[in-house]
């Protein structure tokens, strides 16, 4: 005697079905929600590793302001001797330019630019001379030699350029803000920063101790919310 065969019945498979649709959806759920925690924090990440590669970058330049080698006095080059004579006057400076971008100037030294010419060089003796020369120079026997470089940062279109004027090359990108802010002592003498000011007169020039780099990030896939960053860097010359 055959044994009667049995099946699902249809209420037993659409429940089933239902059941396999619940589990597919929760998986697919849960796989969404960490994929896009994932590209949230990947975003995160590279804005915080960008900013940080630049201020890094522009903290050590900064720091190095100013520092034209061990003697205050120092012959300028023999061509073009005012812009060096400028440059020593100001070697900090920030520009606002609708058409070029605003731009930070700085002249620093040199503290490894691969293997560029730098864009002069002081030869010292630390005694009695210092003489600047345009680009790179060897020193004699019983000399130093200080490679300096006047460094340019401009900030146009969400973007920050590095470069000379006119021969700029991107450094980063989905930059929405960025400011420049000069901490000024009260006279020539002192080292303690007393206010802020975001562009300092020429007669203030040598009252900057301290710059205040500030830096918006912006996701352009609109995956995070908007980062800001900040730094204070010192002129080391000025507080000695």
């Known amino acids: 005697m055959k044994r009667q065969q049995q099946g699902l019945s ?26 896009n925690t994932y590209l949230t924090q990947n975003a995160s990440s590279t804005m915080q590793e960008d900013a940080r590669y630049l201020l890094t970058r522009m903290t050590q330049e900064i720091r190095m302001a100013g520092m034209f080698g061990c003697l205050a006095t120092i012959t300028p080059p023999p061509n073009n001797p005012e812009v060096f004579t400028a440059a020593q006057a100001t070697p900090i400076s920030w520009t606002l330019d609708n ?3 605003n731009r930070l100037m700085l002249v620093t030294a040199d503290v490894g630019s691969a293997g560029t010419v730098p ?5 010292s003796d630390c ?6 020369y345009n ?21 146009k279109n969400n973007t920050i350029y590095t470069g000379a004027v006119g ?3 991107p450094l980063i990108s989905n930059v929405s803000e960025f400011t420049v802010m000069f901490g000024l002592a009260a006279d020539a003498t002192s080292a303690s920063v007393t206010s802020y000011v975001a562009t300092p007169a020429t007669a203030q020039m040598p009252f900057i101790r301290t710059v205040r780099l500030s830096l918006k990030m912006t996701d352009p896939n609109g ?15 000025r507080l000695q």
């Open 10 to 35: 249809l209420i037993e498979l659409m429940v089933s079905m239902a059941l396999g649709l619940v589990i597919v959806l929760g998986v697919t759920q849960a796989f969404l929600s960490a994929k």
């Open 99 to 101: 058409s070029n971008g």
């Open 119 to 123: 864009t002069w060089t002081v030869l």
């Open 127 to 132: 005694l009695t001379t210092a003489t600047a």
């Open 135 to 155: 680009g790179a120079a060897t020193p004699a026997s019983g000399q130093l030699a200080f490679p300096l470089r006047q460094v340019y940062y401009s900030f």
């Open 167 to 169: 021969a700029q090359q």
């Open 223 to 237: 995956r995070t919310r908007d980062q800001t960053y900040s730094v204070v860097a010192a002129l080391r010359n």
